[in-house]
């Protein structure tokens, strides 16, 4: 890359690295991941949009349940926890992937999507229970902009498992190219953002929803 | 993640490359420094101990914190030089976010407290809880 830019007179040579672009464009290892930091901004972006409708809903509660007769911290804590654990040993299996070993990457994959698996099946417990005591998204304008944030946000979690298991598949079928880590580096970037919203949502929709009045 | 790794201007965000201690440690003290965020907040929501009224700021605080310390520790987002591009993408998403939800949460609390009490909104005003 650096040869090419020189060519073309992108650069000015290694000693002069400004940081300011006179090499010519990074290589994709860079370029990719930074794409795809940009996507997962926006998707907060997103979410933001979906956490000040709840903010502004959650009073308009139309005669039904309230936050503090719906919510059980017990629950969320466990789901906290598995995400938590989840974004973590998806750290452990990229710096796995870096070392290519095979055996512990496929392996903290495969507990990474099992943790968010526990973090999902929970969740849908909790909507599950939820519609049956009364409080479906059609009950009032809270319930509704509940069930859009915190389903949207299992949304993604789903997405993400099944992007776990098609990088398990690729990186056991095609090894440890170039571009499958490309993707596998995404992949963790996905993971650890949908996190930083959990810590959002367990925040702001269940903690302080939760608070005695 | 390339061979000529030392050589790269910028780095990608979340690929794991620590300098002061080893990556795996790095996640670790990523992964306790989240855990105690996490146990303090939910035991600022259960504790009857703190000042009731501030309780929910404290909250959005610690939780700014870990996402912070989730931040650095899972994403290597850093202030160093090849982090330049990330750290500005980053704050204007930050910038956006806060936009979004504290213009929406502003103006929507407003309206709602001036809203007339009209004889056809009683039934939107009892919505109020």
Redesign the interface.
């Known amino acids: 890359m650096?040869t090419e830019a020189a060519t073309i007179g992108l650069t000015h040579g290694?000693s002069e690295?400004t940081?300011l672009g006179h090499?010519g464009p990074?290589?994709k290892?860079?370029v990719?991941?930074?794409g795809f930091?940009?996507f997962v901004?926006?998707d907060?972006?997103l979410f933001?949009?979906l956490?000040?409708?709840y903010?502004?809903l959650v009073?308009?509660?139309?005669?039904g349940p309230?936050t503090n007769q719906l919510f059980d911290?017990t629950l969320v804590?466990v789901e906290?926890?598995a995400l938590?654990?989840s974004?973590?040993v998806c750290?452990?299996a990229?710096?796995a992937a870096?070392r290519k070993s095979m055996a512990w990457t496929q392996a903290w994959l495969l507990l990474t999507g099992l943790l968010g698996a526990v973090f999902l099946f929970i969740e849908l417990y909790e909507f599950s229970s939820l519609i049956a005591e009364g409080a479906p998204p059609q009950r009032?304008?809270f319930l509704s902009s509940f069930f859009t944030l915190v389903g949207c946000h299992g949304a993604h979690v789903t997405a993400g498992l099944l992007w776990i298991g098609t990088m398990m598949a690729q990186i056991w079928a095609k090894g440890f190219r170039?571009d499958i880590?490309?993707r596998l580096?995404?992949l963790?970037?996905f993971w650890?953002?949908l996190?930083?919203i959990w810590?959002?949502i367990?925040?702001?929709v269940y903690?302080?929803g939760?608070?005695?009045a | 993640?390339?061979e000529d790794e030392t050589?790269?201007?910028?780095?990608?965000?979340?690929?794991?490359h620590n300098n002061l201690v080893s990556?795996?440690i790095a996640?670790?003290i990523?992964?306790a420094l989240?855990?105690i965020l996490?146990g303090v907040?939910?035991w600022v929501?259960?504790t009857?101990t703190l000042w009731?009224p501030g309780?929910?700021a404290g909250?959005?605080v610690?939780?700014i914190a870990?996402?912070g310390v989730?931040?650095v520790f899972?994403?290597h987002i850093t202030s160093g030089?090849d982090n330049?591009?990330?750290v500005l993408?980053?704050a204007?998403?930050v910038l956006?976010?806060?936009l979004?939800?504290i213009?929406?949460?502003w103006i929507?609390?407003h309206m709602n407290a001036n809203m007339a009490p009209m004889p056809e909104m009683t039934n939107l005003m009892?919505?109020?809880?």
Request: charged share 10%; aromatic share 8%.
């Open positions: 650096t290694g690295d940081g090499r990074e290589s290892s860079i990719i991941p930074y930091w940009l901004l926006s907060m972006v933001s949009a956490f000040a409708t903010a502004a009073h308009a509660t139309d005669g309230v911290r804590a906290t926890l938590l654990l974004s973590f750290g452990l990229m710096i870096k009032s304008a170039q880590v490309r580096l995404c963790s970037i650890h953002a996190d930083i810590v959002a367990f925040t702001i903690l302080i939760t608070l005695p | 993640m390339t050589d790269l201007i910028d780095v990608a965000p979340g690929a794991p990556e795996p996640y670790a990523g992964l989240a855990l996490t907040s939910f929501a259960s009857s009731g309780v929910a909250l959005v610690l939780a870990q996402m989730h931040l899972f994403l030089p330049t591009n990330n993408a980053l204007f998403g956006i976010v806060f979004v939800m213009g929406t949460i929507m609390g009892s919505q109020r809880g």
